[in-house]
């Protein structure tokens, strides 16, 4: 239905809009966040590593023109395009004062070859400042806003400390769809204590928020964080490779057929990933993912399509 996929993918959603493969180049621009420098909490979310998000993404010690020439370098290798997306990744990227944020978005977009921007942030770091930039910068780019909900529960928001009530995610999805604001959400599946039930409720919730986009993240410990720490004191079940594709597939089926899917496992480090290990094969996950839908003669949308989501699932 989209391509060769029974999802709408990222990459089918930009092929559309841009007549080819874009590629994602991911920055540091050198931010901090609210739950780490005092202002909510001082060590982050429970997940989260030194790094931030984005252990992947360019060096801070370089300025964002010569992150995206070394990132483009560097992935030349694996694509062969002229097209990209500049993606502030690490920590909160709206976290900053008006002027350094809109240095640093504005000489993203000037690049050669970005033609749109993304960027990881809070939803309780969007002040009226931010929004108007946000406002400004998607009159000039292809852009989209990516934000950590991770879980609609909080019982289990505050076991993560992820420090902000559920409403202020629906706050902040609200003014930046008000503003025309492309948002993407990020679930998290195999948190500790969430049943099957309360995981695909999150998955519900966001289906009704009409949000543009979604990722899905398999939870994964990693080396250096607290939640690898309190995994050694309390040991919690982890999704094996089958229970968490059954899962994707299970989400898949809950969201609209428009909203694009721009991620469906996690990218942890392999010198950092303690568990699960089976995680560091992504085109396995991924293929297993096919494969499920293939084997249930399903696709995103089929029971948004046939139902309102209620009392689908049970523990």
């Not at 990881?120 to 406002?135: G, W, Y």
């Not at 721009?262 to 699960?276: A, M, N, S």
Request: with cysteine.
């Amino acid at each position: 239905m989209w391509g060769d996929k029974r999802y709408h993918t990222l990459n089918y959603e930009l092929r559309k809009e841009f007549g080819q493969k874009v590629m994602k180049l991911s920055l540091d621009g050198g931010f901090t966040c609210p739950n780490r420098d005092g202002t909510i909490g001082n060590r982050g979310c429970i997940f989260c590593g030194e790094e931030g998000s984005g252990e992947f993404a360019g060096s801070r010690t370089l300025s964002i023109e010569e992150q995206i020439w070394q990132q483009k370098k560097f992935l030349s290798n694996k694509w062969n395009t002229d097209k990209y997306i500049a993606y502030f990744q690490n920590f909160t990227n709206t976290y900053s004062s008006y002027e350094d944020l809109r240095d640093k978005y504005f000489e993203a977009i000037s690049q050669e070859g970005v033609v749109g921007l993304a960027i990881a942030t809070r939803p309780d770091c969007m002040s009226k400042q931010v929004l108007e930039l946000l406002t400004e910068l998607n009159q000039k780019t292809y852009l989209w806003i990516e934000l950590g909900l991770q879980t609609i529960h909080e019982s289990t928001a505050k076991f993560i400390r992820r420090g902000y009530a559920l409403e202020i995610y629906e706050r902040a999805i609200q003014e930046l769809k008000d503003r025309n604001i492309k948002v993407v959400t990020h679930l998290i599946f195999g948190l500790p204590g969430e049943s099957k039930k309360d995981i695909l409720n999150s998955v519900k919730h966001l289906a009704n928020t009409d949000t543009w986009g979604v990722k899905f993240h398999l939870l994964y410990i990693q080396k250096g964080t607290d939640l690898y720490q309190y995994y050694f004191k309390y040991p919690f079940p982890i999704l094996n490779r089958e229970e968490y594709i059954s899962l994707v597939v299970d989400g898949l089926e809950l969201l609209p057929k428009e909203m694009v899917v721009h991620r469906l496992t996690g990218d942890g480090k392999r010198d950092l990933l303690f568990e699960p290990r089976w995680s560091l094969d992504k085109l396995k996950v991924l293929s297993g993912i096919d494969k499920e839908f293939k084997s249930r003669n399903s696709y995103q949308g089929l029971i948004s399509i046939v139902s309102n989501y209620s009392n689908i699932y049970q523990d």
